[in-house]
Nanobody, 127 residues
Framework: QVQLVESGGGLVQAGDSLRLSCAASGRAFSSYAMGWFRQAPGKEREFVGAISWTGGSTYYADSVKGRFTISTDNAKNTVYLQMNNLKPEDTAVYYC????????????????????WGKGTLVTVSS
């Protein structure tokens, strides 16, 4: 059974940094792309960024490019989202996602084809 478990959310101030983790278990993820999505109150879920588990190529939404970085720790089967210079508009529930046989860029274009989702972790950025 595949499980994606996010952690690391919390309340921070604008300008602060936070690192989210996504612990993946249940299968080998070497053929997967791993993505981060977020959903703010009253808004639709949106793409944040993604990484190919093998090779490490990354792709980011314009709104976070230059501030957020995605990385993996293969030994721990964990994906990280390092968020720097956080803004109040980054406030949202952040979800980890996995999809097989795709690229990091395709995670944005085909959110409906994500195979596995985590339950999310809340990030609140105060001004």
């Amino acid at each position: 059974q595949v499980q994606l478990v996010e952690s690391g959310g919390g309340l921070v101030q604008a300008g602060d940094s936070l690192r989210l983790s996504c612990a993946a278990s249940g299968r080998a993820f070497s053929s997967y792309a791993m993505g981060w999505f977020r959903q703010a109150p009253g808004k639709e879920r949106e793409f944040v960024g993604a990484i190919s588990w093998t090779g490490g190529s990354t792709y980011y939404a314009d709104s976070v490019k230059g501030r957020f970085t995605i990385s993996t720790d293969n030994a721990k089967n964990t994906v990280y989202l390092q968020m720097n210079n956080l803004k109040p508009e980054d406030t949202a529930v952040y979800y980890c996602a996995a999809r097989r046989f795709t690229t990091a860029q395709n995670m944005e274009a085909n959110m409906g084809r994500v195979e596995y989702w985590g339950k999310g972790t809340l990030v609140t950025v105060s001004s």
